[in-house]
């Protein structure tokens, strides 16, 4: 499977891939992107199976960049890996259409059961 690490921060973005790895997913094909334009440009180009996205970016914040995917028609599983969970942001995140919402800090052991239906 193809997974889209979609983060600003490169240390960020190491640390997501490094944990995914760490769960028992590094033998999916990992590709990342460092803001939502970016990552939009990936997704229509690699057509990721499951974007991880960070919430707060320049350019295009992560719900901009999902609801650029839904006004294209793409579904791609989508969740978010971020510093805030707000119940507003989760509610937000479930109204766009997120499958999931990350909180950091986070373990391997939270990636395997909010990724682990994903990533089977």
Known sequence: MKILVVDD???MRM???KTLREAGFGGHDISQAEDGVKGLA???E???DLILCDWNMPNMTGPELLEALNTEGISTTFGFVTTE???AM???ATEL???FVITKPFTPECFRAE???YLA
């Open 9 to 11: 921060s490169l240390a």
């Open 15 to 17: 640390i997501v891939i």
């Open 42 to 44: 990936s997704v229509k």
């Open 46 to 48: 690699d057509k990721p």
């Open 85 to 87: 969970g707000t119940d």
């Open 90 to 92: 989760r509610d937000k």
């Open 97 to 99: 259409g997120a499958r």
């Open 115 to 117: 990724l682990g239906q």
